[in-house]
């Protein structure tokens, strides 16, 4: 894909850095298009060595090629972050006073803009029919961000995270395949309180489950998130189930899947519980020893979803994250756990050497229910949430 990357000059451009390096590595062409503004925040050879392609910010540059016109032209997405109250407020206006904002006015694709400025700015009435302005004409305008600006302010007006942004610009071109499908998915770690204070837990943080419900959602899908002691910000559009232990999540996983077509367990789910939790703190013996912990075995949530299937012709998908051990690799002990559990769809991730938890990341394998590798996938949560629902829409589109 073809994308503009369009940059104004606000000191939310560093993050744009982070956003050509999603594009970037999802495989797809980026030309930036920073206004000279911009340039004083992040300089020409940063954008050039990330993108592997020239800087401008005048019409008079490569004027053969005519680029204020062939880029538009030529785009298949155009996003433009940070997009400040200045650059706002000439593209209503239909200005077209740089290279950025002649493409602009070209463009006949999809355009995403995401706003960043100061609250007071963000909320005057200039911007604010500015906004509602370029919405009514199609282009598609994020709302910011809360949270700390620049010095000690805070307040609506902060640019969104770079993975958040290509999410919302990914929606906008993708195919709706899952339209009029219901599509639950968990995400997160369970925790499995040992007294009030402590908890069994891991380390999962929910991204890769929160980065598959934002794709199922922009291709068209009604979905509800299970998400199991995570901090992140709803996608938009998601119904949100928050949980904390493996039988909260199995009761409410269970009752969105009585009307799913498709059940993705990305979630962490803890193996064990403690046999008992106290109502106070565990206190240190006075000599020393600790008293053993006894652990039960939690439901196979997963392995239970794939045997009842709670809809005729639902397909599920659990996730593995797995380490190799004495025994075999992270592969021999995914494809086992393939048979064992009877999902449509097993999918490996390993989680060593900086892989997997809490990483922007991630790395995948798609195995089918015999433990057959069907994919291998790399790059950002969204990319791979990607590449797992292409395999689930044609799955359903089999059934």
Known sequence: MRIILGVSGGIAAYKAIHLLRTFTEDGHSVRVLPTAAALEFVGAPTWE???????????????PHVPHVALGQQADLVVVAPATADLLARMTAGRSDDLLTATLLTARCPVLVAPAMHTEMWQHPATTENVATLR?????????ASGRLTGADTGPGRLPEPHEIAQAAYALVH?????GRHVVVSAGGT????????????????RQGYALAAAARARGAQVTLVAANTALAAPPGV????VETTAQLRTAVREAAATADVVVMAAAVADFRPAESTEHKIKKRDDGHVAPIELVANPDVLAELAAERLRPGQVVVGFAAETGDANGDALFHSRRKAR???????????????RGFGTPDNEITVLDRDGTVMTTAAGTKAHVAGVVLDHVAELLRRR
Do not use: W, Y
């Open 49 to 63: 060595a990330l993108s592997g392609e020239p800087v401008a910010t005048t019409v008079f540059a490569d004027v």
């Open 136 to 144: 009514r004409r199609g282009t598609h305008v994020l709302d910011p």
């Open 175 to 179: 195919d709706p395949d899952l339209a």
């Open 191 to 206: 925790r499995e309180p040992l007294d009030p204070v402590r908890f069994l837990g891991n380390r999962s943080t929910g």
């Open 239 to 242: 119904d949100v189930v928050p």
């Open 340 to 354: 064992r559990k009877g999902a449509d769809l097993l999918v490996m991730n390993p989680v060593h050497d900086g």
